[in-house]
């Protein structure tokens, strides 16, 4: 069964950034797969942040975080990268790197594939 692992997550200043990572722990290759990440802040639901399909060929961005995104993925490395720029206190949450094949569709029940989560704190 396909098993994800985030890392990258920790602290970090306002307007600093960091790049997540999300692999797959268990041998699977991820390239049949569509990767997003989410995130959940303390007492939120959790909403898509980002997302790339199995192929490349589209990709997807929250509104509200545009322009300090960039979702990558090493085909070589078997991993999918979120890099955050201009990091905010508002942008402090757990965020989850989630799989499913081929498409990116936005709600979070219909990945099947989630990893641990990692923690991302921005403060100063």
């Known amino acids: 069964q396909l098993q994800l692992v985030e890392s990258g997550g920790g602290w970090v200043q306002p307007g600093g950034s960091l790049r997540l990572s999300c692999a797959a722990a268990s041998g699977f290759s991820l390239n049949d797969y569509a990767i997003a990440w989410f995130r959940q802040a303390a007492g939120k639901e959790r909403e898509g942040v980002s997302c790339?399909?199995?192929?490349?060929?589209?990709?997807h961005y929250a509104d509200s975080m545009q322009g300090r995104l960039t979702i990558s993925r090493d085909r070589a490395k078997n991993t999918v990268y979120l890099q955050i720029y201009s990091l905010k206190p508002e942008d402090t949450a757990v965020y989850y790197c989630?799989?499913?094949?081929?498409?990116?569709?936005?709600?979070?029940?219909?990945?099947?594939?989630w990893g641990q989560g990692i923690q991302v704190t921005v403060s100063s």
């Open positions: 790339t399909s199995s192929g490349g060929g589209y990709t």
């Open positions: 989630a799989a499913r094949p081929s498409a990116c569709i936005s709600l979070p029940t219909n990945y099947g594939y």
